[in-house]
């Protein structure tokens, strides 16, 4: 089993920036790729970056690609999600997840943990 804990969450003004984090107990997430999602109220939850499991590859959405950076700490068990530009858009739970299929992954059901969410606000 893996356990997942977000944090970082809160409310930002539009244009500003926020860092969420992901940290993992339980079994090794040895090969494990990891993605972040996210669900804005009255919205189907959505995909919103993933990276492989050395770290070398990701994968982002378009509506945040240049705003988003994924990365992840191997050794800490560690997944960040640095937010920057943020919009009103933004706004939703966000969600990490882990997936052992090997594949950087942008639907939910290849994902097989996934956290409780933190909350994201962007003010306009």
């Known amino acids: 089993q893996v356990q997942l804990v977000e944090s970082g969450g809160g409310l930002v003004q539009a244009g500003g920036s926020l860092r969420l984090s992901c940290a993992a107990s339980?079994?090794?997430?040895?090969?494990?790729?990891m993605g972040w999602f996210r669900q804005a109220p009255g919205k189907e939850r959505e995909f919103v970056a993933t990276i492989s499991w050395s770290g070398g590859n990701t994968y982002y959405a378009d509506s945040v690609k240049g705003r988003f950076t994924i990365s992840r700490e191997v050794a800490k068990k560690m997944v960040y999600l640095q937010m920057n530009s943020l919009k009103p858009e933004d706004t939703a739970d966000y969600y990490c997840?882990?997936?052992?299929?090997?594949?950087?992954?942008?639907?939910?059901?290849?994902?097989?943990?996934w956290g409780q969410g933190t909350q994201v606000t962007v003010s306009s």
């Open positions: 339980g079994r090794t997430l040895s090969g494990y790729v």
């Open positions: 997840a882990a997936s052992n299929s090997g594949y950087l992954g942008v639907l939910g059901h290849e994902y097989d943990y």
